[in-house]
């Protein structure tokens, strides 16, 4: 079974910072995903990663499979950037497999 | 952007009945899931769906939940009589075949009085 950590568990930043969400997890994956998830509670799929690097926007996230580590970073954080981020893995296996979820970050970003 | 659609929003019902929550996924999505998260916890994963059948379930979802897929297009879980600890946000998701474009629903928040 797949232990999916989460650092830190609460961030508060001032508008502008670079922010970092780390992720590790401690069995091989086909995949991990970033989700946002708002104060309403609706989930928002950021990413998905095998390998390597994506970026979108503001949004950057990296994974190292052999250290398996995975980082979001947030450049030019903006109050509205204010949400909880999750990472989430799928084991080795296809698409049936579902996901196994971290605690999440509680980010919040002050004007 | 396609969207996953769940209903209702919001469910109050009360211990013992049955509930069916309902989701229409994205339409050339392949792959069918049905995940909770209790109040102030992580999301959990219940059940996952794939060619009109169970692909894989949690220890989770026992004997009082079923998923079906009536009519090609919704997905429904059925919860057979509630526990107030069955109270929580009830999330489906969609995904194509490589899971690539993973979608969440905006969720079912079910509370059991």
């Known amino acids: 079974k797949n232990e999916v950590e989460q650092s830190p568990q609460n961030l508060t930043a001032q508008e502008g910072e670079f922010i970092t969400i780390n992720c590790s997890y401690s069995?091989?994956?086909?995949?991990l995903h970033w989700l946002q998830q708002h104060p309403g509670g609706g989930i928002v799929s950021l990413f998905m990663?095998?390998?390597g690097k994506k970026k979108h926007g503001r949004l950057i996230a990296t994974i190292n499979i052999q250290e398996k580590h995975s980082s979001l970073h947030i450049t030019a954080s903006h109050p509205r950037d204010s949400a909880v981020y999750i990472c989430a893995v799928r084991s080795s296996g296809g698409g049936a497999d579902g996901l196994t979820f971290g605690k999440g970050t509680h980010l919040i970003i002050q004007p | 952007e396609p969207e996953v659609t769940q209903t209702p929003s919001h469910q109050v019902t009360q211990m013992g009945q049955e509930v069916i929550l309902r989701c229409v996924p994205i339409s050339n999505h392949l792959y069918f899931y049905w995940y909770r998260q209790i109040l102030g916890q992580k999301v959990e994963f219940l059940v996952s769906f794939y060619n009109n059948e169970i692909s894989e379930k949690s220890e989770i979802f026992d004997d009082q939940f079923s998923v079906e897929r009536p009519d090609g297009s919704n997905f429904t879980l059925k919860i057979r009589s509630t526990k107030l600890e069955d109270s929580a946000m009830y999330f489906c998701a969609s995904s194509d075949r490589q899971a690539y474009g993973y979608t969440f629903g905006s969720g079912t928040r079910l509370t059991v009085v």
């Open positions: 069995v091989g994956i086909s995949a």
């Open positions: 990663l095998s390998s």
